[in-house]
């Protein structure tokens, strides 16, 4: 009896295959609905935006960390636990909301902007007349006997030299700038932040960002009003063909 080696074909399936189906293309309508309502997405997904909204977005996070950081010169006294603190705080952080939204929809409010004006004036008037570049327990005493045969402008004078000559600290904004580009002063970037430390770095971090907020705004202004002029004007040339 011999035994059958032959092998059997596979036989063929008599069911019709189907053809492959072709690759479906991206709609993108449909995706741009699936992400409008999928949350808001960080900013630098969207880079179809207006650039302008990121200069606001970056101005809302300058305000924010100034009240997150002391305003003076002592480290526990931070900014948003003082009233005018907390008010700049949160006019940071209707700017950082507002602007995180117009980046995801193209609708921006001005308001917001608009507030930073008002941490604006303050911090100028701080910086201008209130600034105080040490400690109160850090000013020296002017010896009065030198002085007590002087009287006016030459009194002030010899005062303003006394004290400059016994105080090694900066005391003023023009004593700032001199100190930092005084070469020959090898510790000159230790005073100047020291003295910025007393000053308040929260208050100069508020100051930074409503200022650029205010000049992003202004400029936003200029460039509206030069674009309505081309604007005016591509009409006024397609009128006259």
């Known amino acids: 009896m011999t035994e059958n080696t032959d092998e059997l074909h596979e036989l063929e399936s008599l069911e019709e295959v189907a053809p492959p189906p072709a690759q479906a293309q991206f709609d993108y309508q449909e995706g741009l609905f699936q992400r409008s309502m999928a949350g808001m997405p960080a900013p630098a997904f969207n880079p179809s935006t207006s650039k302008e909204y990121y200069s606001f977005l970056f101005c809302g996070v300058l305000i924010v960390l100034g009240c997150l950081m002391p305003f003076d010169h002592d480290f526990s006294h931070t900014g948003y636990k003082t009233f005018f603190g907390g008010l700049w705080m949160l006019i940071g ?10 980046i995801n929809t193209g609708l921006f409010r001005m308001k917001w902007v608009l507030l930073c004006f008002f941490p604006l004036a303050w911090g100028l008037i701080y910086l201008i007349f209130y600034a105080k570049f040490q400690a109160p327990n850090m000013a020296l005493p002017i010896d009065t ?3 007590k045969d ?12 006394l004290a400059a000559e016994a105080d ?8 700032l700038f001199a100190k930092l580009l005084d070469r020959k002063d090898t510790e000159r970037f230790s005073k100047v932040g020291q003295a910025l430390q007393h000053v308040g770095p929260g208050k100069l971090f508020v100051f930074f960002g409503s200022f650029l907020a205010g000049l992003y705004f202004i400029l936003g202004i200029f460039g509206g009003v030069r674009r309505m002029k081309e604007q005016k004007a591509q009409r006024i040339a397609a009128a006259r063909r």
Do not use: C
């Open 168 to 175: 090694p600290n900066v005391n003023n904004w023009s004593e």
């Open 145 to 147: 006997e030198l002085l």
């Open 150 to 161: 002087l009287t006016g402008d030459v009194l002030e004078a010899k005062r303003k030299a």
């Open 93 to 102: 952080v209707g700017l950082i909301w507002s602007t995180w939204g117009a």
